[in-house]
């Protein structure tokens, strides 16, 4: 599996711990901050409480393949 098509459904990431990720999901999340520390219970990282425009164009590229457009990633809860 390369990257799970979440369908307009970003909850589903908060289904799944680090170990059910592909390597292509963990490098995607890992350019978002996310490691299996925080990813499995810690503090989201500075990337989950930021909006579109203030992501860098690789964490926007990464938000992208993970299935992420500017409003879903806007709209998630962490805002």
Sequence with gaps: MDVRNMQGNPGIWEEL???????????LWITLG??????????????ADRDWHDLNSQEQVAATNLGFSEDLWNSTEDK
């Design 34 to 47: 996310w490691r299996q520390d925080n990813w499995d219970g810690g503090d989201a990282p500075s990337s």
């Design 17 to 27: 711990s680090w170990a059910d990720l592909s390597s292509r999901e963990k490098e």
